[in-house]
T-cell receptor, first 112, second 112 residues
Framework: LAKTTQPISMDSYEGQEVNITCSHNNIATNDYITWYQQFPSQGPRFIIQGYKTKVTNEVASLFIPADRKSSTLSLPRVSLSDTAVYYCLVGDDSGGYNKLIFGAGTRLAVHP | DAMVIQNPRYQVTQFGKPVTLSCSQTLNHNVMYWYQQKSSQAPKLLFHYYDKDFNNEADTPDNFQSRRPNTSFCFLDIRSPGLGDAAMYLC???????????FGPGTRLTVT
């Protein structure tokens, strides 16, 4: 299982774009990159998933370089409500046994 | 509409007194997971069911058991809770073994 490395914490201000980078040097061919968000006293919530290049949804964008050894979650124009822990995970989404291993995550604090 | 429901949200039990946490889902997903999350730590997978097939993580203590009587319900039984078992217990579901898991709000367990 590929291990992920993320910054422990980040600070930002309302209205700014936030980019959180995750390293996954030993990602496997079948692994997808998935990001979750967790607010205090709540379960994690799926944000976005990608395999390569760029993925965008209504919440975030995910940038994945050609070698796939890292990925960057981009949150456009953050607000105070984006203060949360963000987890980067890699896992096989091809139908084989999939176990999500949560790393330490990145604590994002958005300030007024 | 609630999709993954956990009851109760808060549970207090005494040291050594068996306790059962429950999870139900309205998504008709094949897979149900139980995670343990201690304060300021990442969620840790305890076990999961793929339909009726039970998959235990190697480092999950024997003190933790699970039952899945039907597709919609899954239970976590802690046979003899210790002080170290105080944590948030998260239930999640997924369609097949995809990376997108739907988490419930969690049950916070206190052991006195």
């Amino acid at each position: 299982l590929a291990k992920t490395t993320q910054p422990i914490s980040m600070d930002s201000y309302e209205g700014q774009e936030v980019n959180i980078t995750c390293s996954h040097n030993n990602i496997a061919t079948n692994d997808y990159i998935t990001w979750y968000q967790q607010f205090p006293s709540q379960g994690p919530r799926f944000i976005i998933q990608g395999y390569k290049t760029k993925v965008t949804n209504e919440v975030a964008s995910l940038f994945i370089p050609a070698d796939r050894k890292s990925s960057t979650l981009s949150l456009p124009r953050v607000s105070l409500s984006d203060t949360a822990v963000y987890y980067c995970l890699v896992g096989d989404d091809s139908g084989g046994y999939n176990k999500l291993i949560f790393g330490a995550g990145t604590r994002l604090a958005v300030h007024p | 509409d609630a999709m993954v429901i956990q009851n109760p949200r808060y549970q207090v039990t005494q040291f050594g007194k068996p306790v059962t946490l429950s999870c139900s889902q309205t998504l008709n997903h094949n897979v149900m997971y139980w995670y343990q999350q201690k304060s300021s730590q990442a969620p840790k997978l305890l076990f999961h069911y793929y339909d009726k097939d039970f998959n235990n993580e190697a480092d999950t203590p024997d003190n933790f058991q699970s039952r899945r009587p039907n597709t919609s319900f899954c239970f976590l039984d802690i046979r003899s809770p210790g002080l170290g078992d105080a944590a948030m217990y998260l239930c999640a579901t997924s369609r097949g073994q995809e990376n997108e898991q739907y988490f419930g709000p969690g049950t916070r367990l206190t052991v006195t």
